[in-house]
């Protein structure tokens, strides 16, 4: 399951060019493909948009972001488990991309699972449901990943 691309000319032909001089729009959306392996397509639109808007606040909500997820208390597997759990209790559906970001850091189906039975706890059925959503969706994405032939 690719994400789907979001095109950034109606936002360049409405609003201008991303003008962040801290750094490059690759660079901000290279944090986001190490971690999840795409660029989501809200995250590329917030990038365009407030990349072109007020370049010193999405400087801002980079930083705060990358110290939130890339600290020291807790391994990467670990802080992507927590988000999936947090935004499964939510009923989000960035929940996904977090769940995505965790089997990249090495987390188990089954510590997926475990995360969704504990947001279960809190937030029922519904949360049982959509983490098993999320689960499966993850899945084929991986099952689709791997039957696509890699380029020579």
């Known amino acids: 399951m690719a994400a789907a691309r979001l095109d950034p000319t109606p936002i360049i032909d409405a609003v201008g060019p991303y003008a962040d001089t801290v750094a490059t729009l690759e660079d901000r959306a290279a944090g986001y493909r190490d971690m999840i392996g795409f660029l989501p397509p809200r995250v590329e639109a917030r990038l365009h948009l407030t990349g072109a808007l007020d370049p010193t606040i999405l400087d801002m909500q980079e930083k705060v972001r990358a110290h939130a997820i890339e600290n020291s208390a807790f391994d990467p597997k670990q802080t992507q488990l927590m988000l999936f759990g947090m935004l499964v209790v939510e009923l989000s559906d960035a929940a996904f991309m977090h769940g995505v970001a965790a089997r990249k850091a090495g987390a188990t189906w ?13 937030r029922g059925v519904s949360a049982a449901n959509r983490g098993a959503e999320f689960i499966a969706k993850i899945i084929d994405r991986e099952r689709a990943a791997a039957a696509t032939p890699t380029p020579n």
Do not use: I, K, R, T
């Open 110 to 122: 089954a510590e997926l699972q475990s995360v969704v039975n504990l947001a279960y706890v809190f």
